[in-house]
């Protein structure tokens, strides 16, 4: 059986239409999550934001290791570290999972007065994440960013 080339150009284009509708519908039912809900405004601030952590780098550090102190003996942790002097009335320690941004934690800390602050991160499930630490002096916002494999 012999088929002629209309056919055959209305049997592709048929074939072609059936392949774009699946996909669409394949598409539309994926799940998309975004790492922060107000992304545009971040974005529109973003030179501010490393103005800021620019001179934030040398005032505190976050560290993420092992812990050997009392009760926390040997479980992994984040040490926040302040080497400037004065006192930082809150922080806000934020825990981001780029993979499944449902398990994303906010904590916030106690005044950072002393040298250490130790934040156990025993309850966090296995695999990569962003520690984010924030806190404002005056009108001046700070963020420090540090990730990490739990």
Not at 20 to 47: A, C, F, H, P, W
Not at 50 to 60: H, W
Not at 125 to 148: D, H, N, P, Q, R
Request: aromatic letters at 10%; glycine letters at 6%.
């Amino acid at each position: 059986m012999k088929i002629n080339w209309g056919t055959k150009l209305v049997f592709f284009a048929a074939c072609f239409m059936v392949f774009v509708v699946s996909m669409v519908i394949v598409i539309s039912r994926q799940e998309v999550t975004l790492v922060d809900d107000n992304y545009y405004e971040k974005g529109l601030n973003y030179q501010k934001e490393i103005d800021n952590n620019a001179s934030a780098d040398s005032t505190i550090t976050l560290q993420y290791g092992k812990v050997q102190l009392g009760a926390q003996m040997g479980s992994n942790a984040i040490i926040i570290e302040k080497t400037s002097p004065g006192d930082i009335p809150e922080a806000i320690l934020q825990y981001y999972r780029p993979s499944n941004p449902a398990l994303d934690q906010k904590f916030k800390t106690e005044i950072l007065s002393g040298k250490q602050l130790i934040h156990s991160v025993a309850a966090l499930s296995a695999g990569k994440w962003k520690a984010v630490l924030t806190w404002k002096v005056g009108e001046k916002e700070y963020k420090i960013e540090k990730e990490f494999d739990r």
